[in-house]
């Protein structure tokens, strides 16, 4: 049989410190930076769409929707792979140094 209504004693011993985000403040993103990105994804959009014959708008909400299944991915990184399912030319999408 089973003892639904009674609470279980806690642990005895010392209290288990619990982990604690970093103290360190986030680094401030400035808006120059925050702009600048938005015109290298908007372009990179424009540039599969016209590769692909998508929309544009379709293109972002694909690589939004990937971002979504991935996780922790940037927007740009999303578009690269939903080009790479269209089977673009990854070179022309893609600037190495």
Do not use: C, F, Y
């Amino acid at each position: 049989m089973s003892r639904v209504g009674e609470m279980p004693e806690p642990p005895r011993g010392e209290p288990e410190k619990m982990a604690t985000p970093s103290e360190a403040p986030a680094p401030a993103v400035s808006d120059e930076q925050h702009h600048s990105d938005e015109v290298a994804d908007s372009k990179l959009a424009s540039r599969i769409a016209s590769m692909s014959g998508l929309e544009k708008r379709e293109v972002i909400r694909r690589a939004q929707r990937k971002r979504r299944a991935l996780g922790p991915v940037s927007l740009e990184v999303a578009m690269l792979l939903l080009a790479r399912e269209q089977n673009l030319e990854m070179e022309k999408l893609v600037e190495i140094p």
